[in-house]
């Protein structure tokens, strides 16, 4: 009771704030998103994610140097596909010559010890933008599992650590385990987008890659954001699948489910700052209405609050740079 507690005491200074501080970020905490594109010298900044980059494999390579030199220890791959190489299977992505496959060689050439991440998805590769196969006008099931699971091994034989599957189709996790078993990549994490929402956070993204769906939307696999305890449905069946780490996406306006999730599951949880959480910050800081830095770090600081160990994040570069 006041005076014998004073709860100001312990923020007297500098100091003895830092001595007591509960969380803190470190390059540890990062993972990378990359975007790929073919060509060469080739470096396209995104209209709605300014001074964030789409680039082309040569550029890749001196990029995850200069990542590594800062401390961080992972990237997850995107790749944005030409439209002449989309169809409805997504047939591109099984390519062991394609531009995934070639991103991930080269990051491994580079960075040896980078933890190499990757989109396992349909949509970038997909004529109807969706992230699943399409019938009759419905987005299928059970033969898009069969095709990402020959996705993530395609990423294994090229060489991915972590396969991130982001689709959110039923079952789709132990199929991937089970083609990767098989095929002896015993070590081979499986990331899952456990708990990812139907979000609008998303537009910026599908403009980094072209990868809008075609008709509809994707309401029918992607989570109900009215909803709480189907993130923890979700992500528990995911890790008796096999899921080695699980994620939430979006990031921010899901704080809630990382809480929900920590409380109740034991592997490590990932948060996803999407696209849209990223634009937004950069323009208020453009209009001068918001200081970037103090808020970016303010933002990232409450994924590890809430319970995340692992952060994607566009703004991992900028703000290892700043502490
Ligand atoms: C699709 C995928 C999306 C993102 C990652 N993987 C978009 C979507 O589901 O439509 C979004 C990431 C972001 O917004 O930063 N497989």
Known sequence: MYPIQRNRRLRANASLRALVQEFSLSPNDFIVPLFVIEGTQTKEEIPSMPGYYRMSIDLLSTHVKSLWSLGLKSVLLFVKVPNALKDNLGTEALNPEGLMQRAIKTVKEATPEMVVMTDVALDPYSSYGHDGIVEAGKIVNDSTIKVLSKIALSHAHAGADVVAPSDMMDGRILKIREELELANFTDTVIMSYSAKYASGFYGPFRDALDSAPGFGDKKTYQMDFRNR?????????DIEEGADIVMVKPGLAYLDIIRDLREEVAVPIAAYQVSG???????AAEKGWLDHDQIMI?????FKRAGASLIASYFAEAVVKLI
């Open 229 to 237: 305890k189907e993130a923890l449905i979700e992500t528990q069946r």
């Open 277 to 283: 959480e990223y634009a937004m910050l950069k323009a």
């Open 298 to 302: 303010e933002q990232l600081l409450s």
